[in-house]
């Protein structure tokens, strides 16, 4: 295996953490084998082009699977921590004092 090609698999497997992991318990190993394979062959052409083309496929697999299921992952820690700071202010604003005190 060439550098660029150890390089280029290094960097992929770095990104497929963020994928679902069912995808990744199923397809993990061939996801990887499939991309250096397209990555060898693409560097064996001898155009950049190739390369860019492949990790071009990896970015909208990217963009259309694994970060969708990260913001959906995250929604509901997000919404329970908003909720309960609007509770929280809406309490701390019944409470306080608002300078309607008569003397």
Known sequence: MTRILQLNVAVYELL???????????????????????????SKGGSAAGVVSVWMDVMRDF????????????????LTLLGSSVIFSLMLWGIAPHGHCGK
Do not use: K, N
């Not at 497929?16 to 693409?42: C, K, N, Y």
């Open 16 to 42: 497929l953490p963020v994928f679902p992991p069912d995808l990744r318990g199923e397809f993990g190993e061939s996801m990887i084998r499939t991309f250096e394979e397209q990555i060898d062959s693409a």
């Open 63 to 78: 963009v259309r699977i694994a970060l969708p299921y990260r913001a959906t992952a995250a929604a509901v820690p997000i």
